[in-house]
């Protein structure tokens, strides 16, 4: 919420709202010196090119012991590596008491990278047996560790990334895997409270794409590998953006109220409209190809059925909806996050339709048109403007390749564009009557 955007359109408001005698300035002023506050502007990219460069120096470490493997001594090796974190680790605690917190945040940067190249390096000096899932978990495990014990933001991405590496190095998937299960989850949750402890937009995507590789793993294990491409896919990823909009909406609702936790409010906010956020790509994404999925090759019946009965896919689609019941009931603004809701439930409808009625085309691209307007138009009824901009572009592919399907049939071509100006039209004058009802009930 409280991002750049958000910032620049308090500040208009808030001038048009002194200018009409709603505030007085000296209030007007506080508003804006707190959320400027909580804005936390800075240099963004001094800060892209100084982490850019801990990295390259990472590597330069990494790649000078590897130039020198033979020339070097295995003690000196151990030494140095072992120098190197202690040193970075030292210079961030220095910087920490001098409250030089970015400067902190790039050395414990560093020797997580180093800490984390030094697993490969030992394992080369004393020829331990290849196994990277162990070295993911280790990386990932001494990562979490300087981000909890610095509030290190790129610690925490770092270990993010090392466990979607330990998720994805397990092997094939052959049934339910408890223990390693368990551990991802863990770390998972050790991660994302830290984000919203110390937030950081990377932090928050990166720590949403480990719950993504986290959930296809479990359903790729229930399936024993199997059921896991094209509508089935879609479907298990459909009901995934689904479950994270209804979190998303609820812990907005919760947030914006008083949310009984000591979690800091803004970072939950923060992290609930990433959450939102994260949903309207994986929707719109599933639409999208969904629907050029159909039109290409309708042979995949019975796979999103399927994919129906494995169990983390069902438990998604139960907690998706309990999530959305209780963020319409919880609601200030209850007809926008309705609306928002039935976007969701519309588009994560579109890829199972698709398997129980393969050869309804012309469904699956009325469900599809239907699915991104919606989406576009609780957008912007609800204030969302990354839904509003992504069913904008979910709105321009699926025209463009219903066109393109239709364009060597005139016939089609015009009852294409037919249907689709009848309900841009109406939903058009829609939201104009809707957004003058709500200006009306507001004074």
Not at 52 to 65: R, S
Not at 172 to 184: T, V
Not at 339 to 347: E, N, P, Y
Not at 430 to 442: H, I, K, L, N, P
Request: charged residues 10%; hydrophobic residues 60%; neutral net charge.
């Amino acid at each position: 919420m409280f991002d750049a955007s958000y910032r620049r359109r308090i500040e208009q408001d808030l001038e048009s709202w002194v200018g009409k005698g709603w505030i007085s300035s000296d209030n007007a002023g506080r508003i804006i010196a707190d959320v400027r506050a909580r804005t936390q502007q800075k240099a963004r990219f001094p800060a892209i090119l100084a982490t850019v460069g801990v990295l390259c120096l990472a590597l330069a470490v990494a790649a000078f012991v590897a130039a020198n493997w033979d020339a070097i001594p295995r003690a000196a090796k151990l030494i140095g590596i072992l120098a190197a974190i202690a040193g970075a680790n030292g210079l961030a605690a220095f910087a920490w008491s001098r409250g030089r917190t970015f400067i902190a945040d790039l050395a414990t940067l560093f020797a997580v990278l180093v800490f984390i190249a030094g697993l490969a390096l030992v394992g080369q000096i004393y020829h331990l047996p290849q196994d990277w899932p162990a070295g993911a978990a280790l990386a990932a495990l001494g990562a979490l560790a300087a981000a909890w014990l610095t509030g290190s933001r790129g610690a925490a991405i770092a270990a993010a990334a090392a466990s979607i590496s330990y998720v994805l190095a397990r092997g094939d998937p052959a049934g339910f895997a408890p223990l390693p299960s368990f551990f991802s989850l863990a770390l998972l949750a050790a991660i994302a409270v830290h984000t919203i402890l110390h937030p950081s937009r990377l932090g928050r995507w990166v720590t949403l794409l480990l719950v993504y590789a986290i959930y296809l793993r479990l359903v790729a294990e229930a399936g024993y590998g199997e059921l896991i491409f094209n509508e089935g896919l879609l479907v298990a990823v459909a009901a995934l953006g689904t479950a994270m909009t209804g979190l998303g909406l609820w812990l907005a609702a919760k947030g914006e109220g008083a949310l009984p936790t000591r979690l800091p409010r803004d970072g939950i906010l923060l992290f609930a409209h990433s959450l939102i956020d994260a949903g309207a790509t994986a929707l719109i994404g599933t639409v999208t190809i969904n629907l050029i999925a159909v039109t290409l090759d309708g042979d995949d019946k019975g796979v999103a059925g399927a994919v129906l009965a494995l169990w983390p896919v069902s438990v998604m689609i139960l907690l998706a909806a309990g999530l959305l019941f209780a963020a319409i009931s919880n609601a200030a603004n209850r007809n926008g996050v309705l609306f928002v809701a039935g976007a969701a439930v519309l588009s994560l409808a579109a890829p199972i339709l698709s398997d129980f009625l393969a050869e309804a085309v012309i469904l699956h691209a009325a469900v599809a048109l239907a699915a991104v307007i919606a989406v576009s138009s609780a957008g912007a009824y609800a204030g969302l403007s990354y839904w509003t901009l992504a069913g904008h572009i979910g709105t321009a592919v699926v025209a463009l390749w219903l066109l393109n399907e239709t364009i060597g049939s005139l016939i089609g071509q015009s009852l294409f564009f037919l249907v689709a100006g009848l309900v841009l039209i109406a939903v058009a004058f829609w939201s104009a009557r809707r957004m003058r009802s709500t200006r009306g009930e507001g004074g």
